[in-house]
């Protein structure tokens, strides 16, 4: 093994170190902005993955999606919705801390068993590649119409939103 | 074995996520944390959509168009929420998701 591929795998492991770690911030902390730093540590993990997994465009639309445009509504939902006791104190009460421990066990288990047992088969030939051109090709032609359908999802959340947000007439928040 | 170039590795990564946030789902209180919990499944989903793309997948374009759309369906699942979360706060002066139980039996 040469040196460059030491690098690579320790920074692999380190991008999943980014995305436990995070995503346990993000579940376990009380604090509500800290969980959203989890959150978006947790998925610039996740983006580093993307860029092993060869495609470096998902990796970037994930940091501007997730990271930059996810993360920030979630922090704009904390502003309005919570006032500033509450943001420090709400977040665990314990409840259900051992209901839900257990079952995220079981059924961490259950996936992991299933996951052992299976033995993955790669398809016999491929088609294509994983180049840009190819994805905005593909996207333009096979899967032009889901791609308008998550336009106009997005569009009708996006005034949905809105609407919801701005209430009755002449009602001040 | 390099554990980058291992199938496995990441569909157990994708695994973790899932049940992060099943238990953040379960254990939260807020609506915030349940958002952020949905956000983290989400994301595992779009994981293991990239790696069966790149490992096993006959056209490797579609697992990544397949998570762009889940990307935008998670951003327009978080304005909604974040905008269902501000409705709540406003009609019943609370956040908790136990004291808002209107249709509660």
């Given at each position: 093994m040469i040196l460059y591929q030491y690098i690579t795998e320790a920074l692999f492991f380190a991008f999943i170190l980014l995305v436990f770690f995070g995503g346990l911030l993000a579940v376990r902390t009380r604090i509500l902005m800290h969980a959203v730093l989890g959150l978006a540590v947790s998925l610039l993990g996740v983006a580093g993955l993307y860029f092993y997994l060869g495609s470096p465009f998902l990796a970037m639309m994930q940091i501007l999606i997730?990271?930059?445009?996810v993360c920030i509504m979630i922090v704009f939902g904390i502003m309005v919705g919570y006032t500033p006791s509450q943001v420090q104190?709400?977040?665990?009460?314990?409840?259900?801390t051992f209901l839900a421990m257990l079952s995220s066990i079981l059924v961490f288990l259950l996936l992991l068993v299933a996951l052992s047992r299976t033995i993955w088969v790669p398809s016999a030939s491929r088609i294509g590649d994983f180049t840009l051109p190819y994805l905005g090709e593909s996207l333009l032609y096979q899967y032009c119409l889901a791609f308008e359908l998550i336009s106009v999802v997005l569009l009708a959340a996006i005034v949905g939103a809105i609407v919801l947000a701005r209430g009755k007439k002449g009602e001040h928040f | 074995m390099y554990l980058s170039g291992n199938l496995n590795t990441y569909l157990v990564v994708a695994l973790f996520l899932l049940i992060l946030g099943l238990y953040g789902m379960i254990q939260h209180r807020t609506f915030i944390g349940m958002l952020i919990s949905t956000e983290l499944i989400l994301n595992g989903a779009g994981l293991n959509f990239m790696a069966f793309n790149r490992?096993?997948?006959?056209?490797?374009?579609v697992g990544q168009i397949f998570t762009l759309f889940i990307m935008g369906i998670a951003a327009a699942e978080a304005a909604i929420g974040v905008s269902v979360i501000l409705a709540v706060y406003r009609r019943y002066q609370t956040s908790d998701p136990e004291k808002v139980d209107d249709l509660h039996g």
């Open positions: 997730y990271v930059g445009a104190r709400e977040g665990i009460t314990g409840k259900n | 490992f096993l997948a006959p056209n490797p374009a």
